[in-house]
């Protein structure tokens, strides 16, 4: 897993349901660039995205243990 897949993967477990604007200024990447890594990753089944409205929003696809 690349690093920046794992740094993904941990802004989304800490913050689920991010914009790729929030993702991109968190991690200092082209917003586009990242529109296309994850839909990769998507495709690979690490994350999932949902859209609300004209926002598409970024979830991890690990399971949360509830407490």
């Known amino acids: 897993m690349s690093n920046l ?5 941990k802004l989304l477990e800490k913050d689920p349901g991010q914009q790729i604007q929030q993702l991109a200024r968190e991690l200092k990447v082209n917003r586009t660039f990242l529109a296309g890594y994850l839909l990769a990753l998507e495709n690979e089944g690490k994350v999932k995205s949902k859209k609300i409205g004209p926002a598409k929003i970024y979830f991890s696809k690990k399971k949360v243990k509830e407490v």
């Open 5 to 9: 897949t794992k740094r993904i993967i």
